[in-house]
Each structure stands twice: as C-alpha cells, then as structure tokens.
C-alpha cells in the first residue's frame, strides 16, 4: 500500500494509566501502531502497547449480540433489535415485580468519561437502582480515600509525571512499574542514577534491581515500616517543624502512636532492618527534592486507606507535600483509573467527584439531568458487597456489566462465579467472549478504544483524547448506543442519553462545574488542540491546574491532616495450616484480568501461563519442583500454578500472577476482607499452602 493511503491518528494505548502517546495508522487490512512523543511515555511503549493494534482484528472478535434463552442453553447469535428488546423485557419485569434495586450494574476504571458517566446516569435514572460499583473499587479506593483524608482531594498525581524527573531521592512503594508501566522508569530513572531510588516490595522485583535501596517487608506489615520510619524521621532530626506548623494539622497525635515504634521494633515485624529504614529516611530527607508515590502493593488491603495514611503521614513530616518539585502521589493503574472514579459510576457518587449523599451535589446534578432530586437514588454496597449479594434474598437478580471482567479479577472469584450463575439475568458489553461474556445471558459486542471517539483522565488528572483511529468491524456497536438502546426501551427520553462522545462529555462538563473534578472549561476542540488540561479545569479560559496544593491543600482551611493510624496486620496471618503468604501482582505482558492480552499471540508466546514464584528454601520445605505444576490453596479455593524457584522472594511467600482464568485464577485464593472505609478487598495478601498438582 503506498503510504499516502494511510490514515494516521494521534491516539493513547488502551491499557494503563501512563496512557501512552501512539499513533494509530490504518491499513485498511490491519491497523499498526507506533510510539509517538508524550510527556508521560517520552517516546516509548511497552510490549503490550507495541501489540494493541492485535487486538483489533483478534479471532473471536464479536459482531453480533449473543443470546441465550434460558440457563443451560447455548447463547446464539441475534439481531441487535432482538437482544435489546430481550434485555429491557427483563429488566421492566424485574423492576416491577421486585423493585429497582433488583437490578444491578458494574462498570470499569478502562471506561473512557463518557461511557463511565452515562453508566452512572442511566443506572439512576434509565433502572433507579442504587446498585452501582465498578472494578475501580478493586484498584484505587484505598489510595483515594487516604488522599480525600489528607488533602481534602483525591487526584493520583496532584504533580505532572515529568516533575519527577528532576527528584534527588524517590520512595516507591508496593509498585513494579518497571514490569507494570515500564516507560515510567524514564522519569525515576535520573533519581535512581543518583542513588536515591528506594522501593519496598516483597519481592526483589526488576524495579527493585534499579532501587539503591530494597526494603523487604513482610505482606501486610507496611505500615509497620512506615510508622517506623516515621519514628526514625523524629529521631534523627529531619521533622520540618516549620512545614507542620504553617500547613498541616495533627501531627502530635500521630507522633504519640508513631513514638512506639522504634526502628529495631518495626524490623521485628516487618523484617526490614532498622539501618536500612534509617538509610531510606535519610535519602528522602536529605533530598533537595523528593516523592513518595504508593500502588497496589500497599494499597489493596483491608487495612489499606490506614496504610496510604501511613505513608502520607511521613510525607508530611518532611515537608514534601504541595511544594513545588516534592511531594506524595498514588500511581493508578487502570487506563481510566482516575476519570473513572470521577463521574459516577461508583456506589456513593455523582459526576465532578460530588457525593450522592451531598444535598446540593444532587440538586445540581438533577438540574442538568432535567429531573427532580427524588428521583436519584441514594448511595449503594461496594463492588465485593454487590457482587456477593447477587441472586440473594436481598440482592440484584440482574447485572448489567461493561468493562469488566470479574470472573477472573473479583476477590474469591470461586464464589463470585457461583453468585454471578445465581443470577435470573447476566449482561455483558465486550469486544470477545471473556470469561464473564461466556457465562452471561446476553452478550453485546462492542467497540474497542481505537474505533471510538472518547476520553480518559490520566494518572496526573490530565484529560486525554482518544480519536477515533479506524473503523470498528460491521456488527459492532459502542457503549454508548447500547446505554442508549435500552434506556429508550426503558422509558427514556432519547435525548436524555446521547450516543456522540462529544455531546455526552458537554454534559458530563455541566455536571461537573463546581465539584472537586472540575472539566466544565474543558472541550474537545481544546483536547484536539493538544492543550495539557489537569483538572480542574473550571471555565474555558482556565489553563488547568497541573500542581494541586502549591497554595493550599483542599480542606476549607487549606491545611493537610495527619492521620492518626496504626498497625493491624494481615487479616488472614499465616498459621500451621496455611503457613505461608501469597500475594498477587501483574507481569510485563499482561493487563489486569488478561481478557485483552491473553489474545495477542506475542504475549501469550512470552508469558503462556500461571506461575507461582517460590523461594528454594520454601520449595524444598513444601516438597515442589521448579518447572513442575504445585497446587496453591487458601481457605477459599486452590490455584494450579507453574513453580518457579527465585531467589528474590522471601522464604515466608509465594507470589501469583492473577491475569489467568480457570483453575489458574490467582483469585481464587484471595481474601474479601474489605477496608473499612474504602471498601477494599484485601488482594494482597492471604494465607496459603503449597503441594505438589
Ligand atoms: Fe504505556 Fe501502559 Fe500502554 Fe505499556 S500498557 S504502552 S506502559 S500505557
């Protein structure tokens, strides 16, 4: 083909939350893509954007909607018409005989804005269900919650990702983002050549390699070592007593926990020797500029918004948040993580970041939606809570699903399957049969993120646009047709429910206006301009607002909150049954539950298959084989995994992948126990045994 043919669009990858800047090109038989210059990626991918365009013509890709009449039987193909009228049917019938609230809807942190917002509206308006949570609630809550605790505002990155480029010392914690995000490492890369990279992990992971300094915790003891830390920060002379005084409250109150944990006596719990917590404080206290950045590793557990608080709390103490050149942030992980948890689509929310339960948040949603405030429900369970619920007395009979695929990524997925088979009615939005499509009563087939206008917000709360690239197969419809399709058949107003990208983000602008994710200055001709918007962005003269906090933090006083917290441990602790600690984390060539990369033959090739990495002592303890299927059980269910005997793990752990299904499904193992506030299952870590398959 000769290259003027081609079609060329400036786009973003579909996977994480650094959204990498691409170009997409389309060669009428197959779309390729290419890294282009991004502030967030500097020019590079990862394997898993390299291959994206894969996916766009993968086998098995869906252009028609699948339908089956009754459990047990096989889902058919049937016209578009057809599954829409079967799916309102049910859910009127439903509605009537149980009430709104018998139907239930679980959206994604991949969802671009629009989509993530109108599934927001027409749960509440198109159902009337206050039964909405999303798989968000399974990645950042924790993080989140911590943020809104201390600074009165939840933005992952309240600093462009390019600001850390110039730090002198950065801690990570719980995050590989050498494996997870590695165009990442280009901006911790100047630190780390100055020494000043530290990374806590339990495992000597490839980010690990880079850091100066490893410090190795127990899972589920991090905030032991953060309290430690902190300890060691007073002790040795670098608390910023001017910094606490002038822009944070309740310091001594934390000091009087953190005052008990002395160094020597954190290293007892976490195994992380005191020199070396010294060593870390002093890197980050010494530093002219400095970070602390969190993910999933500290976060995703059921003392989880406590642990974040932890970390904040010694961010705090040095004096590094809201100053130009330092500060805190929490890495999303998700491709929308953060615009996804913005606009309503989880259980206690409305668009702008405004909360459900807030009179005035509700009176002015109303307003743009053209209804009366009683007309929107109140605040509804937590994603785990929902799911568990579901075919219960007291449960939803229905799920509707978009952008998830929870059979393989919900926490004790075993009984999860078992809830979902309960169901009278099961819906799915997806591109292939996913695991969760594969079970359910009707499946859409829907559009991919490079046939589709659409935005995302990424982990530095800048708004991105994602063009459309090339066209979708014929078949195929968006999200946002299908929300559309069934809101008129439920007794919407079609107007109420626009199928353009760009007229839903208008109305999620004027939903906005006024809360704390403010996009109402933001359009799409400003995106297509290449503007740099970080929310919030409040009229369309307004720059953006890349530094939060550089004149004050969120709260009305303007000042950052200590939070007063301590240690709990694992909910599960190991015991002479199950004797070990399993957590979960991703590898370099998988996304999340694997529905997207498990289809692309590369990554596949590289990585076939679920692991358990396993410590040789342990391995010998525990009589498994390197190269050899073991069996990996927990009180909830057990995992077949290939062992792979490493060095770079504790003797005390074993570490799954969680992007298999099946018999592989890390999750299987993992423990629900939820966060109390953020309502956080805790992923990372649960007690387990190890035999040979
Ligand atoms: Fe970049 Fe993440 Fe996509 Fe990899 S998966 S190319 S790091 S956005």
Same mark, same amino acid.
């Given at each position: 083909?000769?290259?003027?043919?081609?079609?060329?669009?400036?786009?973003?990858?579909?996977?994480?939350?650094?959204?990498?800047?691409?170009?997409?090109?389309?060669?009428?038989?197959?779309?390729?893509?290419?890294?282009?210059?991004?502030?967030?990626?500097?020019?590079?991918?990862?394997?898993?954007?390299?291959?994206?365009?894969?996916?766009?013509?993968?086998?098995?890709?869906?252009?028609?909607?699948?339908?089956?009449?009754?459990?047990?039987?096989?889902?058919?193909?049937?016209?578009?018409?057809?599954?829409?009228?079967?799916?309102?049917?049910?859910?009127?019938?439903?509605?009537?005989?149980?009430?709104?609230?018998?139907?239930?809807?679980?959206?994604?942190?991949?969802?671009?804005?629009?989509?993530?917002?109108?599934?927001?509206?027409?749960?509440?308006?198109?159902?009337?269900?206050?039964?909405?949570?999303?798989?968000?609630?399974?990645?950042?809550?924790?993080?989140?919650?911590?943020?809104?605790?201390?600074?009165? !505002?939840? %933005?992952?990155?309240?600093? #462009?990702? +390019? *600001?850390?480029?110039? @730090?002198? =010392?950065? $801690?990570?914690?719980?995050? &590989?983002?050498?494996?997870?995000?590695?165009?990442?490492?280009?901006?911790?890369?100047?630190?780390?050549?100055?020494?000043?990279?530290?990374?806590?992990?339990?495992?000597?992971?490839?980010?690990?390699?880079?850091?100066?300094?490893?410090?190795?915790?127990?899972?589920?003891?991090?905030?032991?070592?953060?309290?430690?830390?902190?300890?060691?920060?007073?002790?040795?002379?670098?608390?910023?007593?001017?910094?606490?005084?002038?822009?944070?409250?309740?310091?001594?109150?934390?000091?009087?926990?953190?005052?008990?944990?002395?160094?020597?006596? !954190?290293? %007892?719990?976490?195994?992380? #020797?005191? +020199? *070396?917590?010294?060593? @870390?404080? =002093?890197? $980050?206290?010494?530093?002219? &500029?400095?970070?602390?950045?969190?993910?999933?590793?500290?976060?995703?557990?059921?003392?989880?918004?406590?642990?974040?608080?932890?970390?904040?709390?010694?961010?705090?103490?040095?004096?590094?948040?809201?100053?130009?050149?330092?500060?805190?942030?929490?890495?999303?992980?998700?491709?929308?993580?953060?615009?996804?948890?913005?606009?309503?689509?989880?259980?206690?929310?409305?668009?702008?970041?405004?909360?459900?339960?807030?009179?005035?948040?509700?009176?002015?949603?109303?307003?743009?939606?053209?209804?009366?405030?009683?007309?929107?429900?109140?605040?509804?369970?937590?994603?785990?809570?929902?799911?568990?619920?579901?075919?219960?007395?007291?449960?939803?009979?229905?799920?509707?699903?978009?952008?998830?695929?929870?059979?393989?990524?919900?926490?004790?997925?075993?009984?999860?399957?078992?809830?979902?088979?309960?169901?009278?009615?099961?819906?799915?939005?997806?591109?292939?049969?996913?695991?969760?499509?594969?079970?359910?009563?009707?499946?859409?087939?829907?559009?991919?993120?490079?046939?589709?206008?659409?935005?995302?917000?990424?982990?530095?709360?800048?708004?991105?646009?994602?063009?459309?690239?090339?066209?979708?197969?014929?078949?195929?419809?968006?999200?946002?047709?299908?929300?559309?399709?069934?809101?008129?058949?439920?007794?919407?107003?079609?107007?109420?429910?626009?199928?353009?990208?760009?007229?839903?983000?208008?109305?999620?602008?004027?939903?906005?206006?006024?809360?704390?994710?403010?996009?109402?200055?933001?359009?799409?001709?400003?995106?297509?301009?290449?503007?740099?918007?970080?929310?919030?962005?409040?009229?369309?003269?307004?720059?953006?607002?890349?530094?939060?906090?550089?004149?004050?933090?969120?709260?009305?006083?303007?000042?950052?909150?200590?939070?007063?917290?301590?240690?709990?441990?694992?909910?599960?602790?190991?015991?002479?049954?199950?004797?070990?600690?399993?957590?979960?984390?991703?590898?370099?060539?998988?996304?999340?539950?694997?529905?997207?990369?498990?289809?692309?033959?590369?990554?596949?090739?590289?990585?076939?298959?679920?692991?358990?990495?396993?410590?040789?002592?342990?391995?010998?303890?525990?009589?498994?084989?390197?190269?050899?299927?073991?069996?990996?059980?927990?009180?909830?269910?057990?995992?077949?995994?290939?062992?792979?005997?490493?060095?770079?793990?504790?003797?005390?752990?074993?570490?799954?992948?969680?992007?298999?299904?099946?018999?592989?499904?890390?999750?299987?193992?993992?423990?629900?126990?939820?966060?109390?506030?953020?309502?956080?299952?805790?992923?990372?870590?649960?007690?387990?045994?190890?035999?040979?398959?």
């Amino acid at each position: 083909m000769p290259v003027d043919a081609r079609v060329e669009v400036d786009t973003h990858c579909p996977y994480c939350a650094l959204q990498c800047g691409m170009v997409v090109r389309d060669e009428r038989a197959e779309a390729t893509v290419a890294p282009r210059e991004f502030p967030t990626n500097r020019g590079g991918l990862c394997q898993k954007g390299w291959t994206s365009a894969s996916l766009l013509t993968t086998p098995g890709r869906l252009t028609t909607p699948l339908l089956r009449e009754r459990r047990g039987a096989p889902l058919r193909p049937v016209g578009w018409a057809e599954a829409l009228d079967h799916v309102a049917l049910r859910l009127r019938e439903l509605r009537e005989r149980l009430g709104p609230d018998a139907v239930g809807v679980f959206g994604g942190g991949g969802l671009t804005n629009e989509k993530a917002y109108l599934l927001g509206k027409f749960a509440r308006l198109a159902l009337g269900t206050s039964k909405i949570d999303y798989n968000g609630r399974f990645c950042m809550s924790s993080a989140a919650a911590a943020g809104i605790k201390a600074f009165g !505002v939840d %933005r992952g990155l309240p600093f #462009p990702v +390019a *600001d850390l480029a110039e @730090a002198d =010392a950065i $801690l990570l914690v719980g995050a &590989n983002v050498a494996e997870t995000m590695p165009p990442f490492m280009r901006h911790v890369r100047p630190a780390a050549d100055k020494g000043g990279l530290i990374v806590v992990d339990p495992r000597r992971t490839p980010t690990a390699e880079a850091a100066a300094l490893h410090l190795q915790p127990a899972p589920g003891t991090d905030l032991a070592l953060a309290l430690g830390m902190l300890h060691a920060v007073v002790a040795d002379g670098l608390l910023d007593h001017r910094y606490i005084a002038e822009r944070t409250t309740g310091f001594d109150e934390v000091w009087r926990i953190a005052a008990a944990w002395w160094p020597e006596r !954190v290293e %007892r719990v976490t195994g992380v #020797p005191a +020199a *070396d917590q010294r060593a @870390a404080v =002093a890197l $980050l206290g010494q530093a002219r &500029n400095a970070y602390v950045l969190t993910a999933r590793g500290t976060e995703q557990h059921a003392s989880g918004v406590a642990t974040v608080s932890a970390w904040i709390n010694l961010c705090l103490a040095l004096g590094l948040c809201g100053r130009s050149g330092s500060g805190f942030g929490c890495l999303t992980g998700q491709g929308n993580g953060q615009g996804g948890r913005e606009h309503g689509q989880k259980a206690d929310q409305l668009p702008g970041y405004r909360k459900i339960d807030d009179p005035a948040a509700r009176a002015h949603v109303a307003g743009v939606w053209g209804v009366s405030v009683d007309e929107l429900p109140g605040p509804g369970p937590s994603a785990y809570e929902l799911l568990d619920s579901l075919g219960t007395p007291d449960g939803p009979k229905a799920l509707l699903v978009f952008g998830s695929n929870l059979a393989v990524s919900a926490p004790r997925a075993g009984h999860v399957a078992e809830r979902l088979e309960s169901l009278e009615l099961l819906v799915t939005a997806d591109f292939v049969l996913s695991e969760t499509a594969a079970v359910a009563d009707v499946v859409f087939p829907v559009t991919q993120w490079a046939e589709e206008d659409g935005t995302m917000t990424n982990l530095e709360g800048r708004i991105l646009l994602r063009s459309r690239a090339v066209t979708p197969p014929i078949g195929v419809r968006s999200d946002l047709d299908v929300l559309q399709g069934l809101a008129i058949r439920l007794g919407q107003p079609t107007h109420r429910f626009p199928t353009d990208a760009a007229t839903v983000f208008a109305e999620l602008g004027r939903a906005s206006a006024g809360g704390p994710a403010d996009y109402s200055g933001i359009s799409y001709d400003r995106l297509r301009a290449g503007e740099a918007l970080h929310w919030p962005v409040p009229a369309a003269d307004h720059p953006g607002t890349p530094r939060l906090f550089l004149n004050g933090f969120g709260h009305p006083d303007g000042l950052a909150r200590f939070q007063v917290v301590d240690h709990v441990g694992p909910a599960e602790p190991p015991d002479p049954e199950f004797p070990l600690h399993a957590t979960t984390g991703r590898v370099l060539q998988h996304y999340q539950s694997g529905a997207q990369t498990r289809r692309v033959p590369e990554l596949t090739e590289a990585s076939p298959e679920a692991f358990v990495e396993v410590h040789p002592d342990t391995a010998q303890r525990f009589d498994v084989h390197d190269g050899q299927w073991a069996t990996v059980t927990s009180r909830r269910g057990s995992v077949r995994a290939r062992v792979r005997c490493v060095q770079t793990i504790r003797p005390d752990t074993v570490f799954l992948p969680f992007h298999f299904p099946g018999a592989q499904r890390a999750n299987l193992l993992t423990n629900p126990a939820l966060d109390p506030t953020s309502r956080m299952p805790e992923f990372k870590v649960c007690a387990v045994r190890l035999g040979a398959a």
